[in-house]
């Protein structure tokens, strides 16, 4: 079912806001992940892992989802599709452990958030995770930064699935 | 109903993207189960 023009400016209009949204989140997550890794200054780090813990479920969580749903709404709304074009489907393939992952670990983030609120973290503290921390936001915004690029780019290739549906539909509207 | 023109194939690019999705996935699986996890959390 293909939208309206005017549904479809809408959809897209909060595809982009939302996608842009949690690409900026994570990038604010992963500067508040290295100054919380390398700042000598307790305060600015207790700080930091608690700005994390809130960035963490009330942007990146919220944001992400959305870009989801609203990806979703726009490949099903549009002669794109789901899996007729690989691009989509790379994207969806690519997009949905980066959404999968911060909400498996969003409890470590908060267990960090809530240790810095209640102490004043020395560097040896829970070393591993703050470094781990750093890891995965860098690599989310890799992947967005990816998946930004395929849907600007939208490189050829239908899928085995597309190419059928394609031809079936140009058949269909022959007859 | 016409015959359906042959498939053109997978794009290079396509399997360029897997390969490297594959190592990623070995890699992270490799470190969880080497138990360099985020603090030994466990999942749930």
């Known amino acids: 079912m293909t939208m309206t023009p005017g549904l479809h400016k809408f959809a897209l209009t909060a595809h982009v806001i939302t996608s842009v949204g949690w690409f900026g989140a994570v990038a604010g997550f992963l500067v508040l992940a290295v100054a919380g890794l390398m700042h000598a200054d307790p305060q600015v780090v207790r700080a930091c892992y608690i700005a994390m813990g809130l960035t963490g479920w009330f942007a990146i969580v919220p944001l992400s989802l959305a870009s989801l749903l609203t990806g979703i709404v726009m490949s099903l709304g549009t002669t794109w599709g789901l899996f007729r074009h690989y691009w989509v489907a790379v994207k969806i393939v690519m997009t949905l452990p980066a959404i999968a992952l911060p909400l498996l670990h969003m409890q470590p983030i908060s267990r960090m958030a809530g240790a810095a609120a209640q102490t004043t973290l020395s560097p040896a503290d829970l070393s591993a995770l703050r470094v781990q921390l750093v890891a995965y936001a860098g690599a989310a915004l890799l992947v967005l930064l990816v998946a930004t690029a395929l849907s600007t780019s939208k490189p050829r290739g239908w899928t085995p699935y597309g190419w059928r549906k394609q031809h079936e539909q140009r058949t269909a509207s022959q007859l | ?44």
């Open chain 2, 1 to 44: 109903m016409p015959e359906l023109p042959p498939y053109p194939g997978t794009p290079r690019w396509v399997y360029v993207f897997g390969l490297i999705a594959v190592a990623v996935v070995v890699v992270f699986l490799l470190r969880h189960l080497t138990g360099g996890g985020m603090g030994n959390h466990v999942h749930g």
